[in-house]
């Protein structure tokens, strides 16, 4: 894939602006939500795709038991292959874990199902919900962007998820009961930053499974952009057959069907979240905005109503 000469020298920039003691620092971002069926993980796969076709080094985590995403970019199940269950639990040292995918500078954590016991092995264990935090750090200096794919439950692999990530990407399907899911999602990241990462900011809300076609989905993106702002992608990511059919065939959409409405959707996705690492990078290292353009709900009031939750989520818009 062809990379604009205009983003070759906004990736150089950024390089440049997070580059520290000889190697890059990656920016950590989970792609979560605690409602299941969103795209979460069709999002990890394709936007971890489209950031390595313009030039980065990615890191893609699979942290849900389920495997999807190692699936989903070409690794069929094999119980011989180390996973992230063996560095988490099993002292594995990262480097023997990781991957190298079909995908150019993409590199995987993968996962499967004895991750499940994860959750159970690390209810006794010191600094829990850190774990993942400690096995990432030593390898931020080797990719740009760490995208983490979370199980769709607020439990212990989440928690690990959140505690380990710069910020969070929200997929949302455009539904009537997508605001109030959001919504729940940014009280418990309000309750994450009291205890366990008080810097998490959220990276943006991404419009799913959009259909132009029908007013629903034009109501429910209308709706979530009035109530947060500039807090939404304006990338929307529509319901397209060819990304759904990509992950039967282990492929991400770039190498499936580049041509299609999905390719093309989550390219400019890709563009969306380097363009907002260079807002950051212009804010300065101190800025706590999201990578969506709006102010860091750091020291919003868990207690606040609604719209004032959303306020503080939103901010005011760069």
Not at 57 to 82: E, H, M, S, W, Y
Not at 107 to 134: C, F, H, M, Q, T
């Amino acid at each position: 894939m062809l990379v604009p000469r205009e983003t070759s020298c906004l990736l150089e920039r950024i390089s440049g602006r997070f580059r520290k003691s000889g190697g890059l620092l990656a920016r950590v971002i989970a792609i979560a939500n605690q409602k299941g069926g969103v795209g979460k993980t069709t999002t990890a796969i394709n936007l971890a795709a489209s950031l390595a076709a313009f030039g980065e080094k990615i890191l893609l985590v699979d942290c849900d038991p389920q495997g999807n995403t190692t699936g989903g970019i070409g690794f069929p199940k094999d119980p011989a292959r180390r996973t992230l269950y063996h560095a988490l639990i099993l002292g594995e040292p990262i480097e023997r874990v990781i991957q190298q995918t079909q995908v150019g500078r993409l590199d995987l954590i993968p996962s499967d199902k004895n991750l499940v016991g994860a959750a159970i092995e690390l209810v006794g264990a010191e600094s829990r919900e850190y774990r993942l935090r400690e096995l990432l750090a030593a390898l931020r200096e080797r990719y740009t962007y760490i995208l983490i794919d979370c199980p769709p439950a607020l439990d212990l692999l989440a928690l690990n998820a959140l505690a380990a990530s710069d910020s969070v990407l929200v997929p949302i399907q455009c539904e009537y009961l997508a605001l109030e899911g959001v919504s729940e999602l940014l009280d418990t990241l309000m309750r994450i930053r009291r205890t366990i990462n008080s810097q998490i900011a959220i990276e943006g809300i991404l419009l799913t499974m959009y259909d132009d076609r029908t007013i629903l989905s034009k109501q429910v993106a209308a709706d979530l952009r009035s109530f947060f702002g500039a807090q939404v992608f304006t990338t929307v990511i529509p319901r397209n057959v060819r990304l759904a059919e990509a992950p039967s065939h282990g492929k991400s959409i770039l190498e499936y069907d580049i041509h299609s409405k999905g390719a093309e959707a989550y390219t400019q996705l890709a563009k969306e979240v380097i363009a907002n690492a260079e807002k950051r990078a212009g804010a300065g290292a101190g800025s706590a905005d999201s990578g969506a353009g709006a102010g860091s709900p750091a020291s919003a009031d868990a207690d606040a109503g609604p719209n004032e939750r959303a306020d503080a989520a939103g901010g005011s818009g760069s």
